[in-house]
């Protein structure tokens, strides 16, 4: 847990503790916009028990919003949103065998009627389902829309500040 330890309104999940260091980014990036989140390994196969529990008891926890982050035949997002009505974020992991598009196809395809929002392949996924939780909680908390805009301005303050590529 971290933004300042406050009471996590992020869930940040994932199949494996090797899919860290793609969601690590999605953690960075929540400390960055000052969203208090958790992380947690929670895995649709090998702890399916642990995701029911996970997924029923979210929005009593005060969860607002979950970032899944999977990789391979990445059934965790798609699972986490049958169980819950929260806005699941899915992130396709980059798998070693197909180079994530097995993880984008699978979190991608959901079925009409259970949705989840699928982003990018690898870090810039994560980073980006971070930066979406904090729009979606930005629509009634504006200290969290506030901190998408700051971080938005500074991402075009610093691509205009170096306009030249062949300069460091
Ligand atoms: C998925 O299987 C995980 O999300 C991970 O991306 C992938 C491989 O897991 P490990 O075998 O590295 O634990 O469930």
Known sequence: ????????????????????????????????????????????????????????????????????????????????????????????VQSKALNGLDSLLSIVQMPAGIPVGTLAIGSSGAINAAILAASILGTNESRFAAAVDEFRRLQTEQVLSRPDPSQT
């Open 1 to 92: 847990m971290s933004a300042s330890s406050k009471m996590p309104v992020v869930g940040v999940i994932m199949g494996s503790r090797s899919d860290w260091d793609t969601m690590k980014h999605a953690c960075e990036t929540l400390d960055r916009l000052g969203v208090p989140y958790e992380q947690r390994v929670v895995s649709a196969h090998r702890t399916p028990d642990l995701l029911f529990q996970y997924a029923e008891g979210a929005r009593a926890r005060g969860i607002k919003v979950i970032i899944a982050g999977a990789g391979g035949a990445a059934h965790l997002p798609g699972m986490v949103a049958a169980k819950t009505s929260l806005p699941v974020l899915g992130v396709p």
